[in-house]
C-alpha cells in the first residue's frame, strides 16, 4: 500500500557532495517524522538525521554542520544533502516514514525504503 523509493547513492570522492531523495507513495493521509539512517558493513544501523511535518530537525553529531535533511510535504518526499563527505559516511542509507493511511481505521505505520549506497573513497 505504502512504497518508499530511495535514488541518488553512488561513488564520490572524499570532499565531496551527494543528495539523496526518497519518495513516499500510496494509500497516504499524511507523514509524520522522516528520517535518514545508514549501515555501515559490520556495524549497527544508525540513525543519521530526523525531520518533522513541521520542519523541525535533529542530527546525529557524527553529520552535524555537513548534512541537510529537508522535506518536501507536497511530494511526499524527504531529501538529504551530504557535504564534505568522509570515508566513514560510506554506508547503505535508508530512509523511513512514520505514515498515516488513508484508508479507514488510518493506521499509524513506519516503513522503510530499500536502501541506495554511498561510498565515499579516500
Known amino acids: 500500500q505504502v512504497q518508499l523509493v530511495e535514488s541518488g547513492g553512488g561513488l564520490v570522492q572524499a570532499g565531496g557532495s551527494l543528495t539523496l531523495s526518497c519518495a513516499a507513495s500510496g494509500s497516504i493521509l499524511s507523514i509524520n517524522v522522516m528520517a535518514w539512517y545508514r549501515q555501515a558493513p559490520g556495524k549497527q544501523r544508525e540513525l543519521v538525521a530526523t525531520v518533522t511535518s513541521i520542519g523541525t530537525t535533529n542530527y546525529a553529531d557524527s553529520v552535524k554542520g555537513r548534512f541537510t535533511i529537508s522535506r518536501d510535504n507536497a511530494k511526499n518526499t524527504v531529501y538529504l544533502q551530504m557535504n564534505s563527505l568522509k570515508p566513514e559516511d560510506t554506508a547503505v542509507y535508508y530512509c523511513?516514514?512514520?505514515?498515516?493511511?488513508?484508508?479507514?481505521?488510518?493506521?499509524?505505520?513506519?516503513?522503510w525504503g530499500q536502501g541506495t549506497q554511498v561510498t565515499v573513497s579516500s
Open positions: 523511513s516514514a512514520n505514515i498515516i493511511i488513508s484508508s479507514w481505521p488510518h493506521n499509524v505505520n513506519d516503513y
